[in-house]
T-cell receptor
Framework: GAGVSQSPSNKVTEKGKDVELRCDPI?????LYWYRQSLGQGLEFLIY????????KSGLPSDRFSAERTGGSVSTLTIQRTQQEDSAVYLC??????????FGSGTRLTVV | GENVEQHPSTLSVQEGDSAVIKCTYS??????FPWYKQELGKGPQLIID?????GEKKDQRIAVTLNKTAKHFSLHITETQPEDSAVYFC???????????FGSGTRLLVRP
């Protein structure tokens, strides 16, 4: 596609439930990133995938968070046993080398 | 680890005036410095970037300057227009990693 696509755009879930957020990167982009943006805050790095290398998971806040990237394309970010502090906008981006990220519009997650 | 500090957190200017946003970084190995603009409800969009082998880069009304010795870089917007109102983020990364570390953002308001 022309841009990075994220789904769903909005997700409301009950505390304790698991959620899956999806990201479709730009075709051919080798790198894919997940960031979290809490209300009025900056972008917090979560995880990044680069080609076939092992992902950099150094930003994941707890073991309730995990992500995978299948076939070097689509990525899914999973949050298990959601907590209210997980409420945020989850942004995905992709890039080809160091040419700068292209971000999706994000998934707004609300845990009630 | 890498840290990027950004200021001011909010900036209000009159239409037609200039706006300057400043960032400092901690990792002397950083060599790529992009700036992103985020409008309400959208993902951040790359507006300009600079690499460490260049001191200044300009694109129409926006310019970025880099001082490697002092480890700081700045975004300059001239002849501001109401449509420049948005949140602006600076970021930094090393060449060995595509991972961007973002500043906390500057909310720019251009008053008509």
């Amino acid at each position: 596609g022309a841009g990075v696509s994220q789904s769903p755009s909005n997700k409301v879930t009950e505390k304790g439930k698991d959620v899956e957020l999806r990201c479709d990167p730009i075709s051919g982009h080798t790198a894919l990133y997940w960031y979290r943006q809490s209300l009025g805050q900056g972008l917090e790095f979560l995880i990044y995938f680069q080609g076939n290398s092992a992902p950099d998971k150094s930003g994941l806040p707890s073991d309730r968070f995990s992500a995978e990237r299948t076939g070097g394309s689509v990525s899914t970010l999973t949050i298990q046993r959601t907590q209210q502090e997980d409420s945020a906008v989850y942004l995905c981006a992709s890039s080809l080398g160091l040419d700068g990220y292209t971000f999706g519009s994000g998934t707004r997650l609300t845990v009630v | 680890g890498e840290n990027v500090e950004q200021h001011p957190s909010t900036l209000s200017v009159q239409e037609g005036d200039s706006a300057v946003i400043k960032c400092t970084y901690s990792d002397s190995a950083s060599n790529y410095f992009p700036w992103y603009k985020q409008e309400l409800g959208k993902g951040p969009q790359l507006i300009i970037d600079i690499r460490s082998n260049v001191g200044e880069k300009k694109d129409q009304r926006i310019a970025v300057t880099l001082n490697k010795t002092a480890k700081h870089f700045s975004l300059h917007i001239t002849e501001t227009q109401p449509e420049d109102s948005a949140v602006y983020f600076c970021a930094a990364s090393r060449g060995s990693s595509y991972k961007l570390i973002f500043g906390s953002g500057t909310r720019l308001l251009v008053r008509p």
